[in-house]
C-alpha cells in the first residue's frame, strides 16, 4: 500500500504497511537514516522527528499516522533558519561525542526554540529530558540551545 508523505519538502509515496513505524519507513524505505534507533518504546527520544513541526518518537509512531502531514528529518532540519542556527551551535560548541543520540537531541532543540525562542535553563531541562544521552553531554547540549537562541535573536 503506497502511502503519501511530505518528507523534508518532499511528496514522496511509500510501499509501507500502514503499522509500520514511521522510523523504518524513513530509515529502510526512504533511505533517510539520519534517524536513529533507540529503545523502541519512545523513552529515550534517538528516533525523534517534527510531524507537523512538533517532536514525535517515530519507533513508535505508525507510518500510517502521518499521512499527509508534513514530516522532518534530521536530514531536513537544516532547511530552516532554527534549525541552521541548531545545527551551528552544535558544531561550535562541539556537543557531540559518540553521536548516535544527537539527531534527536537536535530535533527536540529545534521544536523547542521554535516554540520557546528563549528559553530558560529550566524550559531546555524540561523540553530536553525526553532525550538520554550516554555520553552525559547535556551541559554541551543546554549551551548550545542558549547559543542558538542568541544566534536567532
Known sequence: MAIQLEINGKQTALDAPGEMPLLWALRDLANLTGTKYGCGMALCGACTVHVDGAPVRACVTPVSSVEGKPVTTIEGVGNDAVGRAVQAAWQ??????????QSGQ??????????????????????????????????RIRAAIHRAAQALA
Do not use: H
Open 92 to 101: 561550535e560548541l562541539d556537543v557531540v561525542q559518540c553521536g548516535y543520540c
Open 106 to 139: 537536535i530535533m527536540s532543540a529545534a521544536a523547542l526554540l521554535r516554540t520557546n525562542p528563549r528559553p530558560t535553563d529550566e524550559d531546555i531541562d524540561g523540553a530536553m529530558s525526553g532525550n538520554a544521552c550516554r555520553c552525559a553531554t547535556y551541559v
